[in-house]
């Protein structure tokens, strides 16, 4: 069985840092795209990050562009999404994701198979 355990989110001050992980469980990492969601109460879930599996590449929303890093370690069959410079707008429920052909024709795919539980992060201080 596919599955994407994520670490637990936290409470963190304005400014402060705080890594994500997300680890594969049943396949590996190698030949999957990766995608990196959040979802704010009472907004739409939006994609912030992916990696291209065929390419390496590796994309971000303008909202986080400088601030995360998404990375992966295929070795672990985790993948990470560091965050520095956090804001409160940045409070939202994070998830990661993986597919062998995910769909979506923005500037990263955004429906995939396989989906992380969620993990919470809150900016406050």
């Known amino acids: 069985q596919l599955q994407l355990a994520q670490s637990e989110g936290d409470l963190v001050q304005p400014g402060g840092s705080l890594t994500l992980s997300c680890e594969a469980s049943?396949?590996?990492?190698?030949?999957?795209?990766l995608g990196w969601f959040r979802q704010a109460p009472g907004k739409e879930r939006e994609i912030i990050s992916c990696i291209n599996a065929v390419d390496g590449t590796t994309n971000y929303a303008d909202s986080v562009k400088g601030r995360f890093t998404m990375s992966t370690d295929n070795a672990k069959r985790t993948v990470y999404l560091q965050m520095s410079n956090l804001k409160p707008e940045d409070t939202a429920t994070y998830y990661c994701?993986?597919?062998?052909?995910?769909?979506?024709?923005?500037?990263?795919?955004?429906?995939?198979?396989?989906w992380g539980q969620g993990s919470q992060v809150t900016v406050s201080s």
């Open positions: 994701a993986a597919d062998l052909f995910p769909h979506g024709t923005g500037w990263c795919p955004d429906l995939y198979a396989y």
């Open positions: 049943g396949f590996t990492l190698d030949y999957y795209h």
